[in-house]
């Protein structure tokens, strides 16, 4: 992990604002020894288990009923 002088902040804050939204977030430390972190509001990646819903015209008793059946086949 690096931490910045407000000073690196201050002159390359461009670039430092994008390697926060790659690594996820960034460090710096004040003049008076404070250390603060940057974070992007969006995350920099989604997780792959962020999946995206589909709505399908199926019931609870479908569903038990396929779980029933593969149970039943596979056991």
Known sequence: MMIYSSSEVQKQFSVLLKKALS??????R??????FIIRPVVPARESP???????????RSDIL??????????S
């Open 23 to 28: 690594e996820g977030q960034l460090w710096f």
């Open 30 to 35: 004040t003049n008076d020894g404070q250390v």
């Open 49 to 59: 288990f962020q999946v995206r819903s589909i709505k399908l015209n199926i019931t």
């Open 65 to 74: 009923e396929a779980v029933h059946e593969s149970r039943t086949r596979y």
